[in-house]
């Protein structure tokens, strides 16, 4: 098969040189058969000539045109019977004559003359056209050559392009390890074989946006030395029809020329969405076209011919099936977010390019970072070098994380945004009670910042709790509790000014899905029984946001639900308003402190936290 594909391509430049000669010879031939017509028939004589033999009257026809006159003569000459001669100027062919000069006018060729008329401004036309193409072509622009429609658009990179090995991939040491066969099969195919096992055909990279699955892909290339195309799952569909296709077919015709290579397609999911997946959508369509064709490839190559196909996709949920069938892409990695250990190996990796204070512990850092991804790592590291450099100093410490790990989270401050009086007190006591539960909550994460500050889009103020260590599983007493702490911002409210306010909206929202959850996900009501009412939503879709959701029991049980839900609710807010009703003169200290440092850091939270522990210490007074 590669012979062929070989055999093909040096045909092609031979047929378009073939093509060209003919053309040529055409042309040539035309040109010189008018001339042969032309001299073998038609005397060509001067025009005085012609006035020497009208006076002798020896012109028998004439035709006039605009440049020449053609005719018969009644005597032949040189065996001739019919002339041609050109036009001259009567006033000058009377001076010419009255000198006795002979004289002729000379003429270009009607056929030069109407060939170079049409060929010129067509050349100049088809020059521009190859000019213009092959610009598009060389920039990737739309299209990239009207030609080359049907071409691949990936990028080939090769092994010295890639500069990405598995020592700048930190965090992922189980999706490291399950790509390292396929360097050692890539740098040694018949060692890796001799037991007779082949590579997977596809290897699936899935998780989160930002775990670093393309940068595992990049390097895996930079590791076993071999060509490198990269390709976007959108960019084989276009407009036209069976473009998808063709730039499969090509893709792979490449990749046969090159191998041992390795071709990644990112973005899976935009190119292999299960086939009729939408209950409306119609029929065939192009991208399903695209798709078959990409199943009939990967049917179609031997991995022993040292093809490596990787893949990476945030929403495996929606991918065909038979994209995942055993003999495809039958190997699946899972690129998940980085515990403890794999955020400080990242941060390390990503702090080489920034000036550290030499007492940053980067493992702090890590701690307050849980649910981070590799690229919100990256990234706060940047932010925090920017925040360093924004007050001049001469490196990056914990303060700078801390500020940056604040503006990612929270969203930035806006100072200007001004508070009349009443608000910037129904705010402090709103966030105080927040702070003031989390304390006295000993399953909840710490506090690590308050703050009356208005930041993003609409936060008032803010109540930052960064966990300690990374949790896998929640009890229901941890549960309720953080509904409880989400409530505490407005059972303080309650509890001072004996009103509610818009401003606990999305704490109100946050509690509800923590206790729907509770109710129809995890059985966490005996009521109900162990019975899970709804399924678990995709950790990559969100599935939670669809407009619309079935539901597989009755209005009975959904009344049940919605009855267990609001119980839920209402217990975690009578819990919260009971431990501020307790602590309410710590409560009204907090808030005042709130008011006048507008942020309390972990050591003020402390001090207030020792303060009520010193004073349920203390015995009553009689």
Request: hydrophobic share 40%.
């Amino acid at each position: 098969m590669p012979n062929q594909d070989r055999e093909r391509k040096r045909r092609r430049p031979r047929l378009r040189l073939g093509i060209l000669y003919l053309l040529t010879a055409i042309v040539g031939g035309s040109f010189l058969l008018q001339m042969w017509t032309t001299y073998e028939r038609v005397a060509s004589i001067p025009y005085s000539e012609f006035e020497t033999l009208l006076e002798a009257g020896k012109v028998k026809e004439v035709v006039v045109t605009d440049d020449a006159l053609r005719g018969e003569l009644t005597e032949a000459i040189d065996g001739k019977t019919r002339f041609m001669t050109n036009r001259v100027d009567p006033d000058l062919a009377q001076t010419l004559q009255a000198h006795g000069i002979e004289y002729s006018k000379q003429e270009q060729s009607a056929l030069v003359r109407g060939i170079v008329s049409w060929s010129l401004p067509l050349l100049l036309f088809l020059g521009l056209w190859f000019f213009l193409n092959r610009r598009m072509a060389g920039l990737g622009g739309p299209g990239a050559g009207l030609m080359s429609v049907g071409k691949s658009r990936a990028k080939v990179y090769m092994e010295t392009d890639t500069r990405v090995t598995f020592a700048d991939v930190a965090g992922v040491d189980e999706a490291k390890q399950e790509l390292q066969e396929v360097v050692a099969f890539l740098k040694d195919p018949e060692s890796y074989g001799r037991l007779g096992a082949r590579m997977p055909r596809g290897i699936l990279l899935v998780g989160a946006p930002g775990t670093g699955k393309t940068l595992l892909a990049r390097a895996v290339a930079g590791e076993s030395g071999v060509p490198f195309f990269s390709i976007s799952g959108s960019e084989f569909v276009e407009m036209f029809v069976g473009v998808g296709a063709a730039r499969v077919r090509d893709l792979f015709d490449q990749a046969r020329q090159q191998a041992p290579c390795i071709i990644f397609i990112d973005e899976l999911d935009a190119l292999g969405r299960a086939r009729n997946a939408q209950p409306f959508g119609g029929g065939m369509d192009e991208k399903e076209q695209t798709l078959n064709q990409l199943l009939v490839e990967l049917d179609g190559f031997d991995p022993s011919t040292g093809i490596v196909l990787l893949a990476a996709t945030n929403r495996p949920e929606i991918l065909d099936p038979a994209l995942l069938r055993a003999g495809r892409f039958d190997r699946q990695v899972l690129v998940d977010r980085p515990d403890r250990t794999g955020r400080t190996a990242i941060l390390k990796v990503h702090a080489k390019r920034v000036a550290l204070d030499s007492d940053l512990d980067l493992e702090a850092v890590a701690a307050l970072t849980a649910g981070f991804t590799g690229a919100d790592l990256a990234n706060l590291v940047n932010e925090a070098a920017i925040v360093a450099t924004r007050r001049r100093a001469d490196s990056v410490s914990l303060e700078d994380f801390t500020a940056a790990i604040e503006r990612i989270v929270a969203g930035l401050e806006k100072k200007n945004r001004i508070l009349n009086p009443r608000e910037r007190e129904v705010v402090a006591y709103h966030e105080m009670g927040h702070a003031l539960v989390a304390l006295m909550c000993k399953r909840c994460d710490p506090v690590h910042k308050v703050s009356i500050i208005p930041r993003g889009v609409g936060a008032l103020g803010y109540t930052m709790q960064r966990p300690t260590e990374d949790r896998y599983l929640m009890t229901s007493e941890e549960l309720q509790e953080k509904m409880a702490v989400l409530l505490g911002g407005r059972a303080a409210e309650q509890l001072a000014f004996d009103h509610l306010s818009t401003g606990a909206a999305d704490d109100l929202a946050k509690a509800t899905d923590i206790a729907r959850s509770m109710v129809t996900r995890y059985g966490m009501v005996p009521e109900l029984g162990h019975v899970s009412y709804e399924s678990e939503s995709s950790a990559f879709l969100g599935e939670r946001n669809l407009p619309f959701r079935t539901r597989d029991y009755s209005d009975d049980t959904a009344r049940e639900i919605d009855t267990a839900v609001r119980a839920m609710v209402q217990s975690a807010f009578d819990k919260a308003l009971a431990i501020l009703s307790e602590e309410r003169d710590t409560l009204e200290k907090g808030a005042r402190l709130l008011l006048e440092k507008e942020t309390l850091g972990e050591a003020a939270l402390q001090t207030l936290y020792h303060e009520i522990e010193q004073m349920h210490s203390e015995p009553p007074s009689e």
